[in-house]
């Protein structure tokens, strides 16, 4: 679903991103980790060709489509509907002044997907959401509910990729719990690829089948979770273990 | 599987404040009675009566006459159909200019923003009256004139306004999940960053009828825009102001119509604000 090959993201002389491989198939889950400022989340937006101002070179390649050479319209047709992004700041991702199920049934229209009452309802059942919740505008919902609501879209969408940035890092431990759980249940039942972008080596432990390590910028580990977290063989990661509470 | 209750009770906005409503009230009864002036009018518009110049109220002139013996509530109930007029005249096309624009600017960023906002700083560099002025030797004096040449010079405030929200707003997640969504960018700008961006332009747009009265009076003073013998607001007060201290009706009663339509029109922004803020709850 996801093949990246010497992706290079640079502002200026600056090289932000340097990923030379990287990998999600069907089904799987691959974590990005790192302190912040070492690329993470620019890696991610690259994917889905959202970096203005930046020079972006190598190959990248989501869902069938080359994202660095193809034209603007084709990018905009995966977006959201075969990649969807769950955001750091649930919801700061949402628009204040709009209500779910407008927002809901917005996204569904733009793509062509059945936007009826029963559908909505369905997707946002699927995440362990109340139907009403449809009726309610960003700053009525908790964290853990805007951001199950984020995951309950990208589903109604149908999209096949779930990138993920810091999806857990702005919610409280129970919440977490759920989000990290949810994610794990669409994974298995519908064959969701994961890229999960996360400075909680914790919760990558407990999802992720591949990591990779990024420090200013650059890769500096990678390989199966279990091996990485266990016998880490860069001393930044060793850091970062060490840093565990 | 089990749905989860949802854990926050909804909060909605409550009632509509009643502030709000009493200022959509009077601006309701100042339309209304603008618009009725012929029949709620005790006498005929611009009706000289020499014999009853500046007459004090009295039983037969609730509000007094003008130099010209005109009835003054009857001047002021014809007035409003003028003031209102170059009120929402001004305000609507200055602000559909001034806040497409801005928002253009602002969530565009880059050379675009440059463009507009330095054809904007070319209008704010002209002096107001100067522009007016220039305009109205072109398009020669009338109330419409008077409604161009202020909405000339006020649509850059908004613009300038909007964009600088619209730049703020098109920063905020919201704006990049929808981007992320596949938007276009056309629809991320109408449906997110517009609906965001509003408040503080409907809030100024609000606090500024006032001040278009005003202008248009200063305008009228000029001979730029309402003559004689159209009823205005701000021409009145423009013409009584000399008799303050010895008639203090002539020019007493157009200005409190002016005061209490700009007071009205800020209740109601402040109004439109909160129906357009869902996070606020009114008490």
Redesign the interface.
């Known amino acids: 679903m996801i093949e990246v090959r010497d992706l290079r993201v640079r502002y200026g002389t600056r090289t932000v991103a340097h990923v030379p491989e990287l990998d999600v198939g069907a089904g799987e889950c691959v974590a990005v980790v790192g302190e912040s400022g070492s690329g993470k989340s620019t890696t991610l937006m690259a994917l889905l060709g959202l970096t203005e101002g930046a020079e972006v070179s190598g190959y990248v390649r989501v869902c069938g489509v080359d994202v660095l050479t193809a034209p603007a319209r084709r990018l905009r047709e995966i977006r959201g509907a075969r990649v969807a992004l769950v955001m750091q700041s649930p919801e700061a991702a949402l628009s204040p002044t709009t209500r779910l199920g407008v927002l809901m049934r917005r996204a569904l229209v733009l793509h062509g997907v059945d936007a009826g009452e029963r559908a909505m309802a369905e997707a946002v059942e699927a995440v362990l959401l109340d139907p009403a919740i449809l009726r309610r505008y960003p700053h009525e919902v908790s964290g853990g509910q805007a951001q199950r609501f984020a995951i309950a879209l990208a589903l109604a969408l149908g999209a096949e990729v779930v990138l993920a940035d810091e999806p857990t890092s702005a919610l409280d431990v129970t919440v977490q719990a759920e989000v990290v759980g949810v994610l794990r249940r669409l994974r298995a039942e519908r064959g969701l690829a994961l890229l999960l972008v996360s400075h909680d080596l914790a919760l990558v432990s407990t999802i992720a089948d591949r990591v990779l390590v990024m420090k200013d910028g650059e890769v500096v580990e990678s390989g199966p979770a279990a091996r990485v977290l266990a016998e880490p063989s860069h001393p930044y990661t060793r850091e970062l273990l060490e840093a565990l509470p | 599987?089990?749905?989860?209750?949802?854990?926050?009770p909804?909060?909605r906005p409550g009632r509509v404040d009643r502030l709000a409503m009493l200022g959509g009230a009077l601006i309701v009864l100042v339309a209304l009675s603008a618009v009725l002036a012929p029949w709620l009018a005790p006498y005929e518009e611009n009706t000289p009566d020499p014999l009853h110049s500046l007459d004090p109220p009295s039983g037969a002139h609730w509000f007094g006459t003008d130099l010209a013996g005109r009835d003054v509530l009857t001047q002021i109930l014809y007035g409003g159909r003028t003031s209102l007029t170059i009120v929402v005249a001004v305000l609507t096309v200055s602000s559909v200019i001034g806040v497409t624009l801005g928002v253009v600017a602002g969530y565009a960023g880059g050379p675009v923003r440059d463009v507009i906002m330095r054809i904007t700083d070319v209008f704010l560099a002209f002096p107001a009256l100067l522009l007016s002025l220039a305009l109205a030797v072109v398009l020669g004096p009338s109330v419409t004139t008077a409604i161009v040449a202020i909405a000339a010079t006020w649509w850059p405030w908004y613009a300038r306004l909007a964009a600088s929200v619209a730049a703020s707003v098109a920063t905020?997640?919201?704006v990049?999940?929808?981007?992320?969504?596949?938007?276009?960018a056309p629809?991320v700008v109408l449906?997110?960053v517009l609906?965001?961006s509003l408040t503080p332009v409907l809030v100024q747009v609000s606090l500024d009828a006032g001040g278009v009265i005003l202008t248009a009076a200063a305008l009228s003073y000029l001979g730029l825009g309402a003559r004689e013998p159209v009823a205005e607001w701000g021409l009145m007060v423009q013409q009584g102001q000399t008799y303050f201290t010895t008639n203090w009706w002539v020019v007493t009663f157009p200005g409190l119509a002016i005061l209490v339509t700009a007071f009205a029109f800020n209740l109601l922004g402040e109004g439109l604000r909160a129906a357009?803020?869902?996070?606020r709850v009114i008490k």
Request: proline share 16%; glycine share 4%; net charge positive.
């Open positions: 599987m089990t749905v989860l209750p949802l854990s926050r909804v909060r905020r997640p919201y990049d999940a929808a981007r992320c969504l596949g938007v276009p629809l449906r997110h609906p965001n357009l803020d869902p996070r």
